[in-house]
């Protein structure tokens, strides 16, 4: 599905520069295998409204050549969580609707 809500130039002042940019994306971008399976977790069905992190294994931030092979590789919502978790930020995902999810990505706040 496309990941919608934003501009290039948003997007580009966004990773250059940090601060905090919301993305519409559907269950499928979140995960691509299981679709919207992750809603039914124990974990995460309580916060679906709230807000939720599903933050990449640390094995894609701290390996130098799984970072470039998910930025290379990874699909275009890959590449935007491998980036900003590897800047040291965040994604806080709330559900919106029918498997459509806010997607609050953020890093270099002060």
């Not at 930020?89 to 997607?103: C, E, L, M, N, S």
Request: charged residues 20%.
């Amino acid at each position: 599905m496309a990941v919608t809500g934003y501009t290039q130039q948003q997007l580009s002042d966004f990773l250059e520069n940090g601060g905090r940019l919301t993305f519409k994306v559907h269950a499928s971008d979140i995960d691509e295998t299981n679709g919207d399976a992750f809603e039914r977790s124990p974990s995460i069905a309580p916060q679906l409204m709230s807000g939720f992190e599903l933050p990449p294994t640390s094995i894609v931030i701290d390996d130098v050549h799984a970072y470039v092979d998910a930025q290379v590789r990874g699909d275009f919502w890959t590449r935007i969580v491998t980036a900003v978790y590897a800047k040291g930020g965040r994604i806080v995902y709330r559900k919106t609707g029918p498997q459509i999810y806010d997607a609050e990505a953020s890093w270099g706040l002060r």
